[in-house]
């Protein structure tokens, strides 16, 4: 007889109740065996093959799906897999699908024997899969795992059953680590050998234990993160730099003028000053970071706070004044009286504080930000300042390229035929390139909603607000300060160059004789300062003392070069090499071609900034010098200044 179905189980596949089966089973109208369960009651077990062929079948639907869902064949109760390689997890789908299909086989055949049954399903197995060995033990052994939802019971682990583990000793492993993940950065082999110079002296029992080179190799690549190792090994600067994550700023919510970024570049081009001497100008600059244009700038010889400020100077007054200011961590920008000391600041030895005049940006409403100290992720301008060279320097015959490797061999050339630019030369130049070509420029930067625009014109359209400040009250603003000084006879003092400026007159000795202030001064006029208490309260105006300062109006450039000049020795003789004449040629060349654009956009450019802010930014006190009619050239004053200061060092 086949297989026997409870009156339950035929109420379930007959989808009806099971009363309605045991009166059918009891009237005889469904055949049935009457028996007794191990309670010792009557009950009604009907045969399988008794039922129509519909209910077969529904029958042996339910119990495959039955099976799957005791024993997680469904995909979705297949967790646990996630610990296995790629390779083993297709193992274990390839056998859970074939346990599924054996099972279903065998209860589709009820009336042949399960040894009959296992047995055709084998020959189907060799002939569907004939790479595989597949016989009843591995058939039971696999059904087991599946049964106990052990996912590793049906991967193949011939091989791999001591994948995983090591012989080296946890001690031996210590002590290897100790000299591996140290800055000395010691080879594999340099660092066994120090292991088992160790282990001889402190444990010499595992000296026999010790593995190869090879178990060391393997582990460390299989155990050790990279981030460990570069910690370890290269310290904390270069895990921060390739192994940590990092920030990345977002510039759709920056409007303009909110952010400016402010660094120094050293112009890959050979110019010459008023003297014959060559050398590599310096530009000190700030950028827009919302749209990439260069907002105030300024050419030096050598970058210092004079620069940074009058590059600021020059920015505010095309721009406005920025919210921030991000900067690096050089002496041109962390001077006390413009941004603050940052990390250059040391504790005083006797504890107290030392006293910090307002600096220049504090006065103009601006904050501050620095880079971290040696960290060039965080120096966006530097990254900017690649398109400065790609985009400026190489378009002067002069360039000479970032490295020996980028050195342009026409370079000698050029110099054997004195064919270099002067300072004034180059400087109408940079400034005509930046001013109408570098900074309308189509935008390529972080927000891809603004490329295809002018930087100019992403500039103007995110402009929100804009600071403005007249000419009188920043140079207010911008004045210099003074650490802070003990009126004494003499009043104040300011040293420049090795020489002393004496700041007083009778009133302010006799109302401020002992008492601490600072004073600011303009650094292009130091025939006065005027005075603070350390409250920052405004006191008086003080004139110099000295008759020459007085007399010809000298700039702090002026005094450095008197300085300069009264310990001059001797002079430096200079060598002139005659140049060889390199025949004309009529081609355009590149920078003829940027300045032609550059004057077309002069003349062309339309767009203009249209703030829904404007906001004048004022001084809290008066200016403290009138702009004169037919003054000097103060940029003119200050190059002077920085040749005869080279000048100097030589000697």
């Known amino acids: 007889m086949g297989q026997m179905l409870t009156v339950k ?55 495959v799906e039955q099976m799957r869902e005791e024993n997680g064949i469904e995909e979705e109760n297949r967790g646990g897999t996630d610990q296995f390689s790629a390779e083993e997890r297709l193992e274990i789908d390839f056998w859970l699908e074939l346990v599924r299909k054996w099972q279903e086989y065998r209860n589709l055949a009820p009336k042949r024997s399960k040894g009959e049954t296992d047995q055709k399903f084998l020959i189907w197995c060799s002939l569907e899969y004939p790479d595989r060995t597949i016989s009843m033990d591995i058939l039971y052994r696999k059904w087991k795992a599946v049964r106990e939802n052990n996912m590793a019971g049906l991967t193949d682990k011939r091989g791999k059953w001591r994948k995983g583990t090591s012989d080296i ?31 001889r ?13 090879s178990s060391f190799y393997r582990r460390l690549n299989r155990d050790i993160p990279e981030g460990v190792k570069v910690l370890g090994r290269e310290g904390h600067k270069a895990y921060n730099d390739r192994c940590a994550p990092y920030i990345r700023r977002i510039y759709e919510d920056i409007a303009s003028n909110e952010w400016w970024i402010a660094d120094n570049h050293t112009f890959d081009v050979i ?20 749209s990439g244009i260069l907002t105030g700038y300024y050419i030096t010889y050598n970058p210092s706070s004079e620069a940074t400020l009058i590059a600021l100077r020059k920015g505010i007054l095309e721009y406005g004044i920025p919210d921030n200011i991000y900067v690096d961590n050089g002496r041109e920008f962390l001077t006390f009286d413009i941004g603050g000391l940052g990390h250059r600041r040391k504790k005083p030895k006797n504890g107290e504080e030392r006293f910090e005049p307002p600096g220049v940006f504090k006065r103009l409403g601006i904050n501050m930000t620095n880079a971290i100290v040696r960290n060039a992720k965080a120096k966006i301008i530097e990254r900017r300042f690649r398109d400065v060279k790609d985009s400026l320097s190489r378009l002067f015959d002069t360039y000479t390229g970032g490295s020996v490797v980028e050195k342009p061999e026409r370079l000698k050339g050029v110099l ?53 400040a007249t000419a009188e009250a920043l140079n207010l603003m911008l004045m210099r300060s003074s650490r802070a000084q003990t009126v004494g006879r003499r009043g104040v003092h300011l040293d420049i160059a090795g020489g002393r400026i004496d700041y007083w007159n009778d009133d302010f000795v006799h109302l401020m004789l002992g008492k601490k202030v600072y004073f600011r001064y303009d650094p292009d006029n130091l025939s006065e300062v005027r005075i603070y208490d350390l409250e920052d309260r405004y006191i008086m105006t003080v004139p110099a003392d000295n008759e020459a300062v007085l007399s010809y109006n000298a700039s702090r450039e002026d005094v450095k070069a008197a300085m300069a000049k009264t310990r001059r020795l001797e002079k430096v003789a200079k060598e002139y090499i005659e140049h060889a004449v390199l025949a004309d040629c009529d081609k355009v060349t590149a920078m003829e071609l940027v300045l032609k654009e550059a004057q077309y956009n002069k003349e062309n450019y339309q767009g203009k900034a249209n703030p829904k802010v404007l906001e004048v930014q004022r001084a809290d006190e008066e200016p403290a010098f009138k702009k004169v009619v037919g003054g000097i050239d103060l940029d003119r004053m200050i190059r002077n200044a920085e040749i005869r200061h080279e000048q100097e060092k030589q000697r």
């Open 271 to 290: 110019v010459v000053d008023k003297n014959g001497k060559q050398h590599r100008p310096y530009l000190t600059a700030f950028m827009d970071a919302r």
């Open 169 to 199: 000793h946890e001690t031996v492993w210590q002590a290897f680590l100790y000299y591996y993940l140290d800055e000395g950065q010691h080879t594999i082999q340099k660092c066994l050998e120090y292991t088992k110079m160790w282990i």
């Open 416 to 468: 054997k035929k004195d064919e270099i630019y002067s300072d004034d030369e180059f400087q109408e130049y940079v400034e005509a390139v930046i001013d109408y070509y570098f900074n309308l420029q189509p935008y390529h930067g972080a927000v891809p909603a603004d490329h295809g625009k002018l930087k100019m014109d992403v500039f103007n359209e995110h402009l929100i607000k804009k600071r403005t």
């Open 201 to 213: 002296e402190k444990q010499p029992e595992l000296y026999t234990d010790i593995p190869s080179y």
């Open 9 to 63: 189980q035929v109420a379930e596949v007959k989808g009806c109740r099971v009363q309605y089966i045991q009166r059918m089973a009891k009237e005889g109208k469904l055949p049935s065996v009457k028996t007794v369960n191990n309670r010792n009651q009557k009950v009604y077990q009907i045969p399988l093959e008794s039922l129509p062929d519909e209910l077969q079948q529904r029958w042996y639907q339910m119990q």
